[in-house]
């Protein structure tokens, strides 16, 4: 990203006070306890097994470990993902602030 994209990102999220997220097409993760985890900004499912889900973010992959693991409910852009969650891992992503 160059110089000048940085700043008018940067300058956008402070005038319109957008989030972050929004603005940089981040995954946003909520986690409720170690049972529920709801993740926005997938571009898809990599993998899935009862102990494991790779899903594709813009940039990189979010790796989920746990037991029983289970996808409740799955969106074009939202996933949400139940059983007990051990390990969330973020693999390939860059920093963009």
């Given at each position: 990203?160059?110089?000048?994209?940085?700043?008018l990102r940067?300058?956008?999220?402070?005038?319109?006070?957008?989030?972050q997220?929004?603005?940089?097409?981040?995954?946003?993760?909520?986690?409720?306890g170690?049972?529920?985890?709801?993740?926005?900004?997938?571009?898809?499912?990599?993998?899935f097994?009862?102990?494991r889900?790779?899903?594709?973010?813009t940039?990189?992959q979010l790796?989920i470990k746990?037991?029983d693991?289970?996808?409740?409910?799955?969106?074009?852009?939202e996933?949400?993902v139940e059983?007990?969650?051990?390990?969330?891992h973020?693999?390939?992503?860059?920093?963009?602030?």
């Amino acid at each position: 990203m160059t110089r000048i994209s940085r700043k008018l990102r940067r300058w956008t999220s402070e005038v319109l006070d957008l989030p972050q997220d929004v603005l940089y097409d981040m995954p946003r993760l909520t986690l409720i306890g170690s049972k529920q985890l709801y993740i926005e900004n997938h571009r898809g499912v990599i993998h899935f097994t009862p102990n494991r889900i790779v899903l594709a973010l813009t940039q990189g992959q979010l790796e989920i470990k746990g037991v029983d693991l289970m996808i409740r409910n799955i969106l074009p852009d939202e996933v949400a993902v139940e059983g007990t969650i051990l390990d969330i891992h973020m693999n390939g992503a860059e920093g963009n602030g």
